[in-house]
């Protein structure tokens, strides 16, 4: 294996596999399910056993050939690597879309690949790369006719396909006509996280394989693993809702992001709206006000699924428990409503909304819920234990 710290879909990969065997590869395919999974470093498993030079009894790569040496550094001559990519420096149609990046993207890029080696989960993603390029699509070009050695393929491996449509189609209609029209021993892989995004045309001349979500014990254990404290391991895992990539994120700056999160709850539940505001303000970057958003609908959640079990067991935010089972006896919710506020928030900021408008309307739609229920939850003062 080239990854020895990837949780293997088997059945998916013996299914990879026994099209190899039987030569029965496809001219494209799209691996899409949640976002860090692992769909791209199966991809790279994949394209690795068809290439080693000494597989193992299950076809997999051996990880030690000079073949899956150069896979491993995403070097191989036979794999083209496609991602969106900022709109930075000014190019010409001819030109390769790496001459978009400046010295600092291209360093950060080339840094990716290397950790990509060691971390199957890893997202390689550059700063403001919201689009696939149409250079990127005419360098696919360019490469398809170069020449293959027999009984070999060239993998071009596209990572965050569905951007291939965003802002406009135009790197979509660029890829839908290179695959219809099939070059021998060419076969392509479009990583996707929402697969609604993509073009039908596109989907239609793909097979597509779904990846289930990682079963709850199967990411606490890979967490485990990593030395991760087993109560924060357990947390994480239910709010990172098997995305792996991201809960080694959250695993860093856990107690750090727990705090904010504690301090948000008491301004909202404390009928405190400049506290509100300051809290957010203070997190400053966009995606991580949004992923506060997001951890705040988890806890009301929580919430409103411990007032109809009584059961603890069934709190994701286990931290705040004592927050949880007060609340619930003061307080019935329409989690329904208040996750819908939530979300269209989310939405707008999604939208380039001007974020503190966006979030002084949340905190008024939310705290009327509450006002209307029981206003003595007001006055409940937020004591979470977040260590």
């Not at 088997?10 to 899409?32: C, E, M, P, T, V």
């Not at 405190?272 to 988890?298: H, P």
């Not at 329409?334 to 269209?344: A, K, R, T």
């Amino acid at each position: 294996m080239i990854y020895n710290n990837l949780l293997l879909n088997k059945g998916i990969f013996d299914q990879l596999i026994n099209y190899f065997k039987s030569d029965r590869i496809q001219n494209a395919y799209i691996f899409h399910g949640e976002n860090g999974i692992g769909k791209e470093a199966h991809a790279i498993e994949f394209f690795a056993a068809m290439n080693c030079k000494n597989p193992l009894e299950n076809y997999s790569g051996c990880g030690m050939c000079n073949s899956c040496i150069k896979i491993k550094s995403l070097q191989h001559e036979l794999l083209t690597l496609t991602l969106p990519l900022p709109r930075g420096k000014q190019i010409t149609n001819s030109d390769s879309p790496l001459k978009a990046l400046n010295n600092t993207q291209l360093d950060e890029l080339t840094n990716q690949f290397k950790l990509k080696g060691n971390h199957p989960y890893l997202k390689i993603k550059l700063n403001k790369a919201n689009t696939i390029l149409i250079n990127s699509i005419k360098e696919i070009k360019k490469n398809i006719s170069l020449s293959i050695p027999d009984n070999k393929y060239r993998l071009h491996l596209i990572l965050d396909a569905e951007k291939l449509c965003y802002p406009k189609y135009e790197s979509a209609n660029a890829l839908l006509k290179i695959l219809e029209e099939p070059t021998e021993n060419n076969f392509f892989i479009l990583i996707v996280s929402d697969i609604s995004k993509l073009l039908d045309t596109i989907k239609s001349r793909c097979s597509i394989i779904y990846f289930n979500p990682i079963e709850f014990d199967k990411h606490y254990n890979y967490l485990l693993n990593l030395n991760i404290d087993p109560e924060h391991a357990k947390i994480i895992s239910k709010i990172s809702f098997g995305d792996i990539s991201y809960s080694l994120e959250i695993a860093q700056k856990f107690e750090n992001k727990m705090d904010h999160m504690n301090k948000i709850i008491s301004s909202l539940l404390d009928n405190d709206l400049s506290k509100w505001k300051n809290q957010f303000t203070l997190l400053k970057d966009r995606d991580r006000v949004i992923e506060n958003l997001r951890f705040l609908n988890i806890f009301l959640r929580d919430i409103y699924n411990f007032k109809n079990t009584n059961d603890p067991n069934i709190i994701n935010f286990s931290n705040f428990e004592k927050i949880v089972t007060e609340f619930s006896k003061k307080y019935s919710i329409n989690f329904e409503l208040c996750s819908n506020f939530i979300n269209n928030a989310i939405n707008n900021l999604n939208a380039n909304g001007y974020m503190p408008l966006m979030l002084s309307a949340l905190y008024i739609e939310l705290f009327q819920v509450f006002k209307n229920k029981d206003s003595s939850i007001l006055n409940y003062q937020s004591t979470a234990n977040y260590n």
